[in-house]
Nanobody, 116 residues
Framework: QVQFVESGGGLVQPGGSLRLSCAASGFIFSRYDMSWYRQAPGKERELVAR????????NYADSVKGRFTISRDNAKNTVYLQMDSLKLEDTAVYCC?????????WGKGTLVTVSS
């Protein structure tokens, strides 16, 4: 069955960095677009970054452009999110998502807390 192992979350001070990982299994990883979403307390879930399966092209939410970088390693079935210059408003649960046409799989998420 489809499984995700998300890691790398934690507590970090403003201006710090974290690297999230999402290791996937149970589907052909290389054929799926991979994304990171986040949901902050009291807010709706939002797309943070996406990397396309075929071209490797990426897109980002305006709020994280220039600070976050999404990448993937198809040999390891893993997608990463490098987060730099973290801000208080980046505090959220971050989830990975795999999508191909109408098929969508979700991870359970990892908590990122930015606090001084």
């Amino acid at each position: 069955q489809v499984q995700f192992v998300e890691s790398g979350g934690g507590l970090v001070q403003p201006g710090g960095s974290l690297r999230l990982s999402c290791a996937a299994s149970g589907f052909i990883f290389s054929r799926y677009d991979m994304s990171w979403y986040r949901q902050a307390p009291g807010k709706e879930r939002e797309l943070v970054a996406r990397i396309v399966s075929t071209s490797g092209s990426t897109n980002y939410a305006d709020s994280v452009k220039g600070r976050f970088t999404i990448s993937r390693d198809n040999a390891k079935n893993t997608v990463y999110l490098q987060m730099d210059s973290l801000k208080l408003e980046d505090t959220a649960v971050y989830c990975c998502n795999a999508r191909r046409t109408v098929i969508s799989y979700w991870g359970k998420g990892t908590l990122v807390t930015v606090s001084s």
